[in-house]
């Protein structure tokens, strides 16, 4: 739409090596950051390469780099690219398999522009919407008792959770790499909710210290075991917590644990504690 949303700089003569194992072992290189989850990253010599693997150093081309990036940035910003004659033409091709439940959901329970802004939630989040038989499942039966769009996004969620938890799941080890806060953080934060749960209001200092909290956690996973965890929490404080952390950590998913089925081997890789100048949480 004419608008620049994301620039970097490619070295295509030289291959980007990251430090994810913690080794102490340094190469030379010129100093960068990995674009797609800003991770320090260093170019080197396509000679180095050999040496940089050795000294376990994780290392790709330029043209890796490039995609992945490409790749993140569109995911990033599927909810703005996605318009209301794309979720038309979804309906429209949904409706020569699936006519009756296109019919009885849009519009008689839900609007096609109520629809569009469900499934921009869904995007913003990362959540894949090809399932769009189970939206409008999940909308034909919740929409029927409110039409709060923040709760039926939650509720298409708890539809597509089986996909969401493939999405993040270790593809080496099957299981879902999570991370949790810790009980009294949780507690801390419930008791920010407004009576609705729409609004969350904390001290200052302590969102500071959850934002740092959750971004050394994660950090900490990356770097030790080369994987991007979940931040996983109660159902209640789930999108608030979400809409606090998306503009500082967009990377981060936020999972509920409803969302986590019975056959999910879930692995928890540590707790979230928060540091503020008063004490610790």
């Not at 539809?159 to 080890?173: G, N, T, V, W």
């Amino acid at each position: 739409r004419g608008v620049v949303i994301e620039t970097g700089d490619v070295r295509p003569d030289m291959i980007m090596a990251m430090n994810t194992d913690g080794t102490e072992e340094a190469i030379q290189g010129l100093e960068t950051k990995e674009p797609a989850f800003g991770l320090p990253a260093l170019w080197i010599g396509k000679a180095k390469q050999e040496e940089a693997e050795a000294k376990g150093y994780t290392v790709v081309t330029a043209s890796a780099v490039v995609a992945t990036h490409l790749s993140e940035t569109v995911k990033r910003y599927a909810a703005d690219i996605l318009t209301r004659g794309d979720v038309q033409q979804l309906l429209d091709n949904l409706r020569t398999t699936a006519e009756s439940l296109v019919d009885d959901v849009v519009p008689d329970l839900i609007s096609l522009p109520e629809l569009h802004a469900i499934l921009q939630n869904l995007l913003r989040e990362r959540v894949c919407i090809r399932d769009l038989t189970a939206v409008l499942d999940a909308l034909g039966y919740h929409a029927r008792v409110s039409k709060e769009l923040d709760y039926l996004t939650e509720q298409c969620r708890m539809a597509l959770s089986r996909s969401i938890c493939k999405q993040y799941e270790d593809p080496s080890s099957g299981e879902l790499p999570v991370i949790t806060m810790a009980p009294a953080v949780e507690d801390e934060i419930a008791q920010g909710l407004s009576d609705d749960k729409q609004l969350l209001s904390l001290s200052p200092s302590f969102t500071q210290g959850l934002l740092n909290g959750i971004n050394q956690q994660v950090e900490a996973v990356l770097m030790q075991e080369g994987i991007q965890p979940v931040l996983l929490c109660n159902g209640v404080i789930r999108l608030p917590i979400r809409r606090l952390i998306e503009r500082m950590l967009p990377q981060i998913a936020v999972m509920s644990y409803n969302e986590i089925g019975p056959t999910v081997r879930v692995r928890s890789l540590g707790a979230v504690q928060v540091e503020t100048a008063n004490a610790a949480v």
